[in-house]
C-alpha cells in the first residue's frame, strides 16, 4: 500500500528558511505535489515535480529524488503569511494516478 | 472569472438522512474530484469523474455516490447519513492529471 510522511510541525522565525521533508513508498509513482492550506481555506497548488531536481518559484522550490523516493519543500524568507499547512501529495498508478495526500505539516512562522 | 464553487458552505444534519453537497465549475475542466478532510488524515479520495457519465470510486467511497451529467457539475451524495461522515469536504477540478487541481472552499458537514 501507499504512505506518505512529513513532519506534523515545524516553527521558524519570520526572514529565515525552512524545509519540509516528505518520503513517499508507492509503485508506479508518476510526480509529487505540494498545496498550501490555510487555516479555514482551500488547499492551493504549489508545486510539481515529476523528474529529479528543482523546481524553483519564487520564494518557494521544490525538490525531488525518485530514487530515495523523497522530496521537499524549500520556503526562504519566511513571512507571517506563510503560517499555513502543507500537504504533499503522490501521484501514481497504485491510486489509478490520482492524488494521495500526506496528512499535511503545520507551520507556524514567528514574528 | 472562472472559478469552483461549493454548496452550501456549512450543514447540519441527521443520522440516516440524505445529503446532496453541490460542485459546479467554470473552466470546463474534464476531470472532478470529491475530497474529505478530517484531522490526522489530510485529505482523502472519494470519488472523481474524468467527463460527463464518468465515475469512478476512490480510497473512501463507501456510502456515498456522485453523479456526472455536464461538464460543470458533480454533485456529491451521502445516501444514509452517519455521524462518521461529519467532515469538511473539498471538491476539486483539473484540466489534465498533471496540471494543479483548483479546490472549492470547502463544505462543512455535521451529522448529528
Known amino acids: 500500500g501507499q504512505s506518505l510522511e512529513q513532519p506534523s510541525e515545524v516553527t521558524a522565525v519570520e526572514g529565515a528558511i525552512v524545509q519540509i521533508n516528505c518520503t513517499y513508498q508507492t509503485s508506479g509513482f508518476y510526480g509529487l505535489s505540494w498545496y498550501q492550506q490555510h487555516d479555514g481555506g482551500a488547499p492551493t497548488f504549489l508545486s510539481y515535480n515529476a523528474l529529479d531536481g528543482l523546481e524553483e518559484t519564487g520564494r518557494f522550490s521544490s525538490f525531488l529524488s525518485r530514487s530515495d523516493s523523497y522530496g521537499y519543500l524549500l520556503l526562504q524568507e519566511l513571512q507571517m503569511k506563510d503560517s499555513a499547512s502543507y500537504f504533499c501529495?503522490?501521484?501514481?498508478?497504485?491510486?489509478?494516478?490520482?492524488?494521495?495526500f500526506g496528512s499535511g505539516t503545520q507551520l507556524t512562522v514567528l514574528p | 472569472d472562472a472559478e469552483i464553487t461549493q454548496s452550501p458552505r456549512h450543514k447540519i444534519t441527521e443520522t440516516g438522512r440524505q445529503v446532496t453537497l453541490a460542485c459546479h465549475q467554470t473552466w470546463n475542466h474534464n476531470n472532478m474530484f470529491w475530497y474529505r478532510q478530517d484531522l490526522g488524515h489530510g485529505l482523502r479520495l472519494i470519488h472523481y469523474?474524468?467527463?460527463?457519465?464518468?465515475?469512478n470510486k476512490g480510497e473512501v467511497s463507501d456510502g456515498y455516490s456522485v453523479s456526472r451529467s455536464n461538464t460543470e457539475d458533480l454533485p456529491l451524495t451521502l445516501e444514509s447519513a452517519a455521524s462518521s461522515q461529519t467532515s469538511v469536504y473539498f471538491c476539486?477540478?483539473?484540466?489534465?492529471?498533471?496540471?494543479?487541481?483548483?479546490f472549492g472552499q470547502g463544505t462543512r458537514l455535521t451529522v448529528v
Open positions: 501529495a503522490v501521484r501514481s498508478a497504485e491510486a489509478a494516478r490520482q492524488l494521495t
Open positions: 476539486a477540478s483539473s484540466w489534465d492529471l498533471n496540471t494543479e487541481a483548483f
Open positions: 469523474s474524468y467527463g460527463v457519465q464518468d465515475t
